[in-house]
């Protein structure tokens, strides 16, 4: 092999090695909808430990739980906190004023899925306010 097809082929190698994330969840993650970004989530790994930053604007969901308008993504990210790893799902936190909103993630190749996890109490409110329970929002890999 000819010397510089041997660089070429390294050079070629090693970006793609550094290109690769470290795990399935490593990346940045798009939220859309009708052409607007909704959700940007920034997940990293190092040393085994996932750290991450979200962004989401405000959504609106039809009665059966699916999109029915969003708003655009502020561009300042929020932390997460609290990441950890249960089964297929990656589950993270983030505060929102006083509040703390749980999340929890399932990849399936470049896409995923993002689901609101909501305690008890919470959906016994959203049942009294009458609003849809959100259904799991798709996010692709940017």
Do not use: C
């Not at 798009?30 to 190092?46: S, Y």
């Not at 059966?64 to 936190?93: M, N, W, Y």
């Not at 909501?118 to 009458?130: H, K, M, N, P």
Request: charged share 25%.
């Amino acid at each position: 092999m000819p010397l510089l097809a041997l660089v070429l082929t390294l050079t070629a190698a090693t970006f793609q090695a550094a290109q690769a994330p470290a795990t399935k969840y490593d990346g940045t993650w798009i939220g859309q909808f009708e052409g607007t970004t909704w959700a940007i989530l920034e997940l990293r790994t190092a040393n085994g430990v996932v750290t991450g930053r979200i962004s989401t604007g405000n959504i609106e969901m039809h009665m059966d739980g699916t999109l029915k308008h969003v708003e655009l993504a502020p561009k300042e990210l929020s932390p997460i906190f609290d990441v950890r790893q249960r089964g297929a799902f990656i589950v993270f936190s983030r505060k929102e004023g006083d509040d703390t909103e749980q999340f929890e993630m399932e990849v399936t190749g470049t896409e995923a899925e993002l689901r609101f996890v909501l305690t008890d109490e919470i959906r016994r409110e959203f049942a009294s306010e009458g609003l849809p329970i959100p259904k799991p929002l798709r996010l692709k890999r940017r």
